[in-house]
């Protein structure tokens, strides 16, 4: 049986990459953080002097320098996940950090960011065999694909898991700021012009509150056998 594509859209801190890996792994499917793809072109705007706050944003200086910018992923065997690679350089850490957070949903929404991001991920799932994580994957990038899943969870206990992600890292954040900058960019992503987020008709709701991680894969796994998409 061919390789199927498996979209994952929902808000921010839903733990879509986190479902994603494991799905990934599981099938022996690669996985594309599309999210990951915007905060690459936020953390380069930002390196080039473009963002130091909201208003001194400049969407035309961003759009020139999309030549400029090459984005790679490589398998690292130790996270057993791919890592971020803008101009060969990975990235992976610093496209995590709440200055790149705060400011990759107004970058997200510029026109043509959009195009080329797009284009690259359509080019990596043209052959299927893929689980891409995003905010439009399943309404936009890949209309077709085979297992669409929209995933929601409570707005405390994404800032929470997010929360527990920046301090992890040893980075310092207040909760509140967390959960402010969670708001902002799910306004942000649910009302823009372009490709915003939605429910993809035909996806299926996942709000994983109370799920664990492994009982959230389980489901998923289950889904994907009822619906005989994949067959062991
Ligand atoms: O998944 P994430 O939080 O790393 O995504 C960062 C931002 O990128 C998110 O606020 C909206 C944008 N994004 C998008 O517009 N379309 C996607 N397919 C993925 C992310």
């Known amino acids: ?10 808000y921010s801190s839903c733990g879509k990459s986190t479902l ?5 792994a599981y099938l022996g499917y690669a996985y594309v953080d599309s999210g990951a793809m915007y ?4 953390l380069y705007a930002i390196r080039k002097g473009l963002i130091k706050d909201s208003h001194s944003f400049l969407p035309e200086e961003i759009v020139k320098l999309l030549p400029e910018i ?9 996270t057993k996940s791919s ?18 957070s705060s400011n990759v949903s107004q970058v997200s929404a510029i026109h043509d960011v959009r195009v080329k991001m797009i284009a690259i991920q359509r080019e990596l799932g043209k052959n299927g065999g893929i689980v891409m994580d995003g905010r439009d994957i399943g309404s936009n990038v890949f209309p077709n694909a085979e297992l669409k899943l929209f995933m929601t969870a409570d707005t405390d206990i994404r800032t929470q898991r997010r929360f527990d992600e920046y301090t992890s890292k040893g980075q310092h954040v207040a909760f509140g ?18 490709n915003p987020l939605v429910q993809a008709h035909d ?9 664990t ?6 489901y998923v796994i289950k889904l994907i056998k009822d619906l005989t998409l994949v067959v062991d």
Do not use: Y
């Open 83 to 100: 890592d971020t690679f803008l101009n060969g350089e990975n990235v992976e850490k610093e496209i995590r950090q709440m200055m790149v």
């Open 20 to 24: 994603a890996k494991a799905l990934a």
């Open 70 to 78: 090459s984005l790679t992923f490589k398998f690292n065997s130790h």
């Open 1 to 10: 049986m061919s390789k199927i594509t498996i979209a994952i859209d929902g």
């Open 213 to 218: 991680r492994e009982q959230q894969l389980e």
């Open 203 to 211: 996806a299926i709701v996942l709000d994983n509150s109370e799920l």
């Open 177 to 194: 700021d967390v959960k402010l900058n969670l708001i902002h960019r799910d306004h942000e992503d649910t009302h823009r012009k372009e």
């Open 39 to 42: 905060r690459c072109v936020t």
